[in-house]
């Protein structure tokens, strides 16, 4: 969790900030590496006044995740209790979801926001139903994980972070996935569902082309493959088959080192 220096600095934030918009902003922090400053201006279908609350099945799983915290530490379970909210609102979070997490963890609503403005996987404006991420660190990149970035783009006609107007699909960026062996690779966060039925799967290997087809199957509904996308490999296995290793390995010479 954060140390109270941080929520101190928040605060200070917040109240210089105010003396600039004092009627539109109601929260503010600053997020790690950057010199920018992230807050909230009010808008309609995003401010404290409009009522939010779990759902029943929600407020069940909220107690399982409750259950794996000590009474007194409610507050490490803002991280999925967040994620949760963001499944549930269909992929981003407003400030009454973020008020309603304070809510349960019984913590002032900026210990909430630090942690919302501080994790790129949780979104403060609306996603896609369909949120398809591309990896853009360095091996992937090598890869050609911008050609890929570019084709989506292009097929859905929006920019990065924008969400098509049908709804259905939005595209943003996301630092290392941790398999950069099968790079270049997507993820998309599936919210069409709602949190009952979210997925958040990993196509590796991709190209321009199957990254469309990724697309076209899921806006009919279907469900495409997981995992690797070449056909010549088996999860994260060479192409073509292992070239060493096809048989049992070879002891070492001398397992007793006293008898060497």
Same mark, same amino acid.
């Given at each position: 969790?954060?140390?109270?220096?941080?929520?101190?600095?928040? =605060?200070?934030?917040?109240?210089?900030?105010?003396?600039?918009?004092?009627?539109?902003? !109601?929260?503010?922090?600053?997020?790690?590496?950057? /010199?920018?400053?992230?807050?909230?201006?009010?808008?309609?279908?995003?401010?404290?006044?409009?009522?939010?609350?779990?759902?029943?099945?929600?407020?069940?799983?909220?107690?399982?995740?409750?259950?794996?915290?000590?009474?007194?530490? $409610?507050?490490?379970?803002?991280?999925?209790?967040?994620?949760?909210?963001?499944? @549930?609102?269909?992929?981003?979070?407003?400030?009454?979801?973020?008020?309603?997490?304070?809510? &349960?963890?019984?913590?002032?609503?900026?210990?909430?926001?630090? &942690?919302?403005?501080?994790?790129?996987?949780?979104? =403060?404006? $609306? &996603?896609?139903? #369909?949120?398809?991420?591309? *990896? +853009?660190? /360095?091996?992937?990149?090598?890869?050609?994980? =911008?050609?890929?970035?570019?084709?989506?783009?292009?097929?859905?006609?929006?920019?990065?972070?924008?969400?098509? !107007?049908?709804?259905?699909?939005?595209?943003?960026?996301?630092? *290392?996935?941790?398999?950069?062996?099968?790079?270049?690779?997507?993820?998309?966060?599936? #919210?069409?569902?709602?949190?009952?039925? #979210?997925?958040?799967? #990993?196509?590796?290997?991709?190209?321009?082309?199957?990254?469309?087809?990724?697309?076209?199957?899921?806006?009919? +509904?279907?469900?495409?493959? &997981?995992?690797? @996308?070449?056909?010549?490999?088996?999860?994260? +296995?060479?192409?073509?088959?292992?070239?060493?290793?096809?048989?049992?390995? $070879?002891?070492?010479?001398?397992?007793?080192?006293?008898? *060497?």
């Amino acid at each position: 969790m954060f140390s109270p220096a941080v929520g101190r600095l928040s =605060r200070r934030l917040l109240e210089i900030r105010q003396l600039f918009a004092p009627s539109q902003v !109601k929260s503010l922090s600053s997020r790690s590496f950057s /010199t920018a400053l992230n807050y909230h201006i009010d808008s309609p279908d995003n401010n404290p006044d409009i009522p939010w609350d779990f759902t029943d099945a929600n407020k069940e799983r909220i107690k399982e995740i409750l259950s794996h915290y000590p009474s007194n530490y $409610k507050q490490s379970a803002v991280i999925p209790l967040l994620d949760l909210a963001q499944q @549930q609102q269909g992929g981003w979070l407003t400030v009454s979801a973020m008020n309603a997490v304070a809510k &349960v963890v019984e913590v002032a609503p900026i210990r909430v926001y630090e &942690v919302a403005t501080f994790y790129s996987m949780f979104n =403060r404006t $609306k &996603v896609g139903k #369909y949120h398809l991420l591309v *990896c +853009g660190t /360095t091996p992937c990149m090598i890869r050609g994980s =911008r050609e890929i970035e570019d084709a989506l783009l292009k097929h859905l006609g929006v920019k990065r972070n924008e969400v098509t !107007k049908d709804g259905i699909f939005s595209v943003g960026e996301m630092e *290392c996935m941790g398999c950069c062996v099968n790079a270049p690779m997507i993820t998309v966060a599936d #919210y069409s569902k709602g949190s009952e039925g #979210y997925t958040y799967n #990993y196509y590796e290997d991709v190209t321009p082309k199957r990254v469309i087809e990724i697309v076209e199957m899921l806006r009919k +509904g279907e469900a495409p493959s &997981v995992g690797t @996308q070449n056909p010549q490999r088996i999860k994260s +296995g060479p192409e073509g088959g292992n070239t060493t290793l096809h048989g049992e390995p $070879k002891p070492p010479p001398c397992r007793d080192l006293d008898a *060497c």
